[in-house]
């Protein structure tokens, strides 16, 4: 390739050379921003560099021949955060004076300026001089406050409507959540012994399942986000609360507070797997590891929502409400904890400890916040015990599996405390029976769960042991309201059904759901639901409604139902005097009830008497046009038929020719005389 | 609510080994054929359950059955890959047409000269509905069919012809249902009001209806010339069957699910019934037990005086009606 230079001059190009010059005074229209917009963005901005600067006060004074040396351990100390870029001693009246006590550091990012603030703000250089540290940028805003008071912005008040809602129907009906589709729609129906009655439904309103708070105040829902807690009357979206992978709740007694499990979120720096919410505020009060969540709930609340407690090796750990701290600030050294749990009743725990060499095992009431043992009973040749407490916290009931010295088998007894006495006496009550029949095991028990204050009566009472062995049964359900409970044999034992009224133990009706997998009683005890779930069943999902009798009133199936929960009450507002009044005047409430009923029933039946004539009005006029476009086709058909009229089975019977044959019916044998 | 529509003694019809697939009533009522999947095909005198005579020549499992308006033909398809034509009368097989995959649905037309079948998609070979005239002994002979409508979608299910052999009405394994053109065999109309596969479609006796039996565990009733979707009766397992009442406003649907499909043994016996709605009210109001197995199909009796069912146990029931089931009414 030639240099340009060395071309030898085209000969032909003879005119003059246009000039590309500018004429004198032209001007460009090209702005800096067009040619060189992208030289001119590095241009240093004026502003830049004061978020990277932090002001160090509490500076040793020194004079100019320390200086250096102070200045070595300034470096020493901050260049851990950052390069320092830039650094500002100033000084007292000139080069010559003392450093002011207070230095200027540049870095060269925001975010080491940050750094140095975090970690090196109250640093304890020597006895009298500790560090503050602060970011350049602080000065000038908190310069700029202002000295008129402000009134921060107002939060519109989020009304959600009366949150008891559901308690004023005029009815009284209880409601219950409905997941069906397999979790595709979540409904919430009126209970209505006729039909249940939609209240609300949605679709994909949880992904997995739905729990309601203690009190039936919120609906729950499961995201993978968190979950989100719906209420009032419209359940509009009350509270939410973030926790990746959330798979299991739990809420405070008060409903005060919601604790959320996640599997995914544990890290050592950072405990999450376990986080404490608080609902009203919808902050996040504090975070727990955990190690397994086989059994949920890992921490019990007290009755109050006062304290929470958990039990991991040898520890009971008990928190306080609302800090959220250990109760003394630590937690109980108990070797060889087992099991323990809150009286129903009380700030109570009762624990147990199993043998230990020559120490054996025993029951601990503990009480707090004093954390005195207000009980204490040891127990002999112990392999295992479980707690059962009575429904208000008037007796707790262990049940303990021991081995007498010299014999092979495990026998079976309760110790049952009696709470509401002086110093907590202790019944023994002997199993009789054959402990391997569970069945029987289980009333003996339930009996003893149930009943209050009659409960030693009625123990030692029951003699129908050998009618309950021959059930199919293999759980108990209690009517919230006590005296009456269900055996049943869910699942594998095909659904078989027992109603019991315990109070004269007898059994008030024996039904079958094919293939139930729940049981769930309604929280005034008057109805219960069986179910089968589409979890446990492909087939035949549905959900039926019976009386606390056992008398079936409804059938409801839904397409891949999976979950029915009733929706808890909050305790009654009526004192027991009130109550008593009530009873005592129950049949002046009846009347009017059954009157109301008897109204309501015939109006169903009127609305469905009308919905059917106007049904059976829609097919006849369908019919007549359908009838006549048939007969206005008779000449097609005749045709079609080669002539033959077979419109009706007797159209053409001048056809038909008579013919008598003989079948063989049926073969009797009728003896004569004798 | 329900109470059982029959009490008196059934006629059990006991001919088969395996699960029966299709009953039929000729169109006078006196004979009812019944086919199987032990590869017989048997017809019997309605009114005592004596056998007349069994159609043997198929291979293969049948799937359905038919007969013309005068008792003269019947028709049967096979999985054996095969729709044959029988004289009634003599049981000698007529007419045998090969086809390349199982016939599952077969009927003659208003007239008795055109029949139509559908095989299915199996094997690499689509749905196909053909139509055959019986008065060109050519078209048998030489396997032609004068219309073969290929069904590349979804298959065809189950068929009935039109009130007067214009068209086919056909149900879909996707729920859908459509009206095949006899002469063109371009699609007329075509619906889809279930969601999953039509088992069964009967029509009422005067054609003007027919009923649908879907796996979607409901029936409905269409009009058969506008395909207008006129009622919906709801169970909670798949129909397997349905047929409408010649005299009363009542439908009979027949239904459960194949063995293979139920994971437990069901310990109640005779669980299955055949389930009575009343046709306006779209109410159940009566069932019949007594099958030990899904039921797999139902008829009812062109009197309309009884009904029949055929059932996965390989038994077809012959139920002849109390006289409360005809006085019975729903109140309105």
Redesign the interface.
């Known amino acids: 390739m030639h240099d340009t230079e060395d071309m030898p001059v085209d000969v032909d190009f003879d005119e003059e050379e246009p000039s590309f010059s500018d004429p004198e005074d032209f001007e460009d229209d090209v702005d800096d921003e067009e040619l060189l917009g992208d030289l001119l963005r590095e241009k240093p901005q004026e502003a830049d560099g004061i978020d990277s600067v932090v002001v160090v006060d509490n500076v040793p004074q020194v004079g100019p021949e320390r200086l250096e040396k102070l200045k070595n351990v300034i470096h020493k100390i901050f260049s851990k955060f950052g390069k320092i870029t830039n650094e500002f001693y100033p000084t007292v009246d000139g080069p010559e004076g003392l450093t002011k006590g207070y230095i200027f550091l540049e870095y060269g990012a925001p975010t080491q300026a940050l750094e140095a603030v975090k970690n090196a703000d109250g640093y304890k250089l020597d006895k009298q001089h500790t560090f503050r540290v602060n970011v350049f940028t602080d000065f000038d805003k908190y310069m700029s406050i202002s000295d008129e008071w402000e009134t921060p912005e107002k939060q519109p008040f989020k009304d959600f409507g009366n949150m008891r809602h559901w308690m004023e129907d005029p009815d009284c009906r209880d409601q219950y959540s409905v997941i069906y589709e397999s979790g595709e729609r979540t409904a919430i129906f009126n209970n209505d012994a006729k039909d249940p009655i939609v209240s609300e439904e949605r679709a994909r309103w949880t992904e997995t399942y739905v729990r309601w708070s203690p009190k039936g105040t919120y609906l729950a829902t499961f995201h993978q986000r968190g979950i989100a807690l719906w209420g009032g009357e419209k359940f509009k979206q009350i509270q939410r609360f973030s926790h990746q992978g959330v798979s299991l709740i739990d809420f405070s007694p008060c409903e005060r507070y919601v604790v959320t499990f996640s599997p995914l979120m544990d890290t050592k720096e950072d405990p999450q797997a376990i986080i404490i919410w608080d609902i009203l505020t919808g902050q996040k009060k504090r975070g727990f590891h955990c190690e397994s969540s086989a059994h949920w709930p890992i921490f019990k609340w007290s009755h109050d929502g006062k304290f929470f407690a958990r039990m991991t090796q040898d520890t009971l750990s008990i928190y306080e409400t609302p800090s959220m701290g250990l109760l003394d600030k630590k937690s109980l050294k108990i070797s060889g904890i087992k099991d323990f749990s809150w009286s129903p009743g009380d700030n109570i725990i009762a624990f147990w400890v199993p043998e230990d060499k020559d120490i054996p095992a025993r029951v601990t009431l503990m009480q707090l916040p004093s954390r005195q043992e207000i009980r204490v009973r040891n127990l002999f040749n112990v392999v295992d015990c479980k707690l059962h407490w009575q429904r208000q916290g008037d007796y707790l009931c262990v049940k303990v599996d021991r081995t007498p010295k010299g014999t092979q088998g495990v026998v079976t007894n309760f110790e049952i405390f009696r709470m509401r006495e002086k110093q907590v006496p202790v019944d023994v009550v002997e199993m009789k029976g054959d402990p391997e029949s569970k069945t029987a095991q289980r009333i003996k028990f339930a009996v003893l769960h149930g009943e209050s204050p009659r409960i030693n009566a009625s123990f030692y009472h029951v003699k129908n042991n050998e009618m309950f062995d021959k059930q199919q049964a293999n759980s108990i359900f209690w009517s919230p309201q006590g005296q009456f409970m269900v055996l049943a044999g869910l699942r594998s034992m095909?659904g078989a059904l027992a109603f019991v009224d315990t109070s004269d133990c007898t059994m008030m009706n024996m039904v079958e759901h094919?293939?139930a997998s729940d049981v769930e009683w309604d929280p005034t005890g008057r109805y219960l639901v069986t179910s089968v779930s589409w979890w446990s069943?492909?087939?035949?999902?549905?959900y039926w409604l019976w009386t606390f009798q056992g008398r079936l009133l409804q059938k409801n199936?839904k397409d891949r139902f999976c979950q029915l929960l009733w929706r808890p009450r909050p305790a009654t507002l009526l004192t027991q005097d009130s109550i008593k009044v009530i009873k005592k005047d129950l049949k002046k409430y009846s009347k009017i009830f059954e009157q109301k009923d008897r109204l309501s029933q015939s109006k169903a039946?009127r609305e469905?008497?009308d919905k059917?004539?106007s049904?059976?009005e829609?097919?006849?006029t369908?019919r007549e046009a359908?009838?006549q476009?048939?007969h206005e086709?008779k000449i097609?058909?005749l045709q079609?038929?080669g002539g033959v009229d077979?419109?009706e089975?007797d159209s053409n019977t001048d056809d038909w020719e008579e013919e008598t044959i003989e079948?063989?019916?049926n073969e009797e044998i009728i003896p004569l005389g004798e | 609510m329900s109470y059982s529509c029959a009490l008196q003694k059934p006629i059990l019809l006991q001919g088969h080994e395996r699960s029966i697939t299709q009953i039929k009533y000729n169109?006078?009522?006196d004979l009812i054929f019944s086919v199987a999947k032990d590869t017989v095909a048997n017809v019997w005198?309605s009114?005592?359950g004596?056998r007349l005579g069994t159609y043997n020549g198929h291979t293969g499992a049948l799937w359905c059955v038919d007969c013309d308006?005068?008792t003269k033909n019947v028709l049967t398809g096979s999985a054996d890959n095969s729709c044959r034509l029988w004289d009634c009368e003599t049981g000698k097989q007529l007419a045998m047409l090969n086809t390349s995959s199982a016939v599952r649905t077969c009927g003659f037309d208003?007239?008795?000269n055109i029949i139509m079948f559908s095989t299915d998609k199996q094997m690499g070979y689509q749905c196909f509905l053909n139509y055959f005239d019986l008065r060109d002994p050519q078209q048998i002979e030489d396997n032609q069919p004068y219309l073969t409508v290929p069904c590349a979608e979804s298959k065809i299910t189950s068929a009935v012809w039109g009130?007067?052999?214009e068209f086919v009405i056909a149900g879909h394994e996707n729920g859908e249902i459509n009206q095949f053109s006899a002469k063109s065999g371009e699609v007329l109309k075509k619906v889809k009001e279930h969601n999953k596969q039509i088992n069964d479609i009967q029509t009422s006796v005067?054609?003007?209806?027919v009923i649908t039996a879907s796996k979607d565990c409901s029936s409905k009733l269409f009009?058969s010339?506008t395909l207008d979707h006129?009622?919906s009766f709801k169970t909670?397992?798949p129909v397997n069957s349905a047929a409408i009442s010649p005299i009363m406003?009542h439908v009979v649907m027949g239904g459960g699910?194949e063995a293979m499909e139920?994971?437990?043994t069901?310990?109640?016996i005779g669980k299955f019934e055949a389930r009575f709605f009343h046709?306006?009210?779209?109410e159940e109001f009566g069932r019949v037990k007594g099958h030990f197995g899904p039921i797999n199909c139902v008829a009812f009796h062109?009197?309309g005086k009884s009904y029949s069912s055929g059932g996965e146990d390989g038994y077809t029931r012959i139920h002849h009606f109390d006289p409360q089931y005809f006085d019975f009414e729903?109140?309105?």
């Open positions: 095909n094919y293939m069943h492909k087939v035949d999902n549905a199936n039946s469905l008497v059917r004539r049904m059976m829609d097919y006849r369908y359908a009838l476009q048939h086709q097609a058909r079609l038929r077979t419109d089975l079948f063989f019916i | 169109r006078e009522g005198y009114v005592n004596e308006w005068d208003f007239s008795g009130p007067l052999g005067d054609l003007t209806m009009d010339t006129i009622k909670e397992r406003d699910q139920v994971t437990t069901s310990t109640r046709a306006a009210y779209e062109p009197d729903l109140e309105a």
